[in-house]
């Protein structure tokens, strides 16, 4: 893997930490009345963050295979559960770890597939 795969890589992790925050903004947005003004800031902040995830996608799958990106992904369970036990205090429980577990391999089988 080169120097410029493995910054595409990084830059894609970025991405998909933003990405994954959207998911906050929108628990925040559950908890309000509609369309008062928290409600109307949440769901502006997730426009913004999916706006900004949306370019770096499209800056991403230019430089790497779409079926890479797409299978590294599937890392945002890890932040949802990260983002649920800080921000929301939800419990991190055995069957989450290694429903985390099972993705983060299933991303790296995948990589090392491609390597080959």
């Not at 595409?8 to 925050?21: A, D, E, K, P, Q």
């Not at 069957?95 to 991303?107: Q, S």
Request: some cysteine; aromatic content about 12%; overall charge positive.
């Amino acid at each position: 893997m080169n120097k410029t795969t493995i910054k595409t890589l990084i830059g894609l992790h970025g991405m998909l930490v933003v990405y994954s925050m959207s998911g906050i903004c929108s628990k925040l947005a559950a908890g309000e009345s509609f369309l008062n003004a928290r409600f109307c800031i949440y769901y502006a902040v997730i426009i913004v963050l999916l706006g900004v995830y949306a370019i770096g996608w499209q800056q991403v799958i230019k430089r790497i295979p779409l079926t890479t990106a797409f299978a590294n992904k599937a890392v945002t369970v890890v932040w949802g559960i990260v983002w649920g036990w800080f921000f929301f205090g939800e419990s991190i429980t055995p069957g989450k770890l290694i429903g985390a577990g099972m993705v983060i391999a299933g991303v790296v089988l995948f990589a090392k597939s491609d390597e080959v």
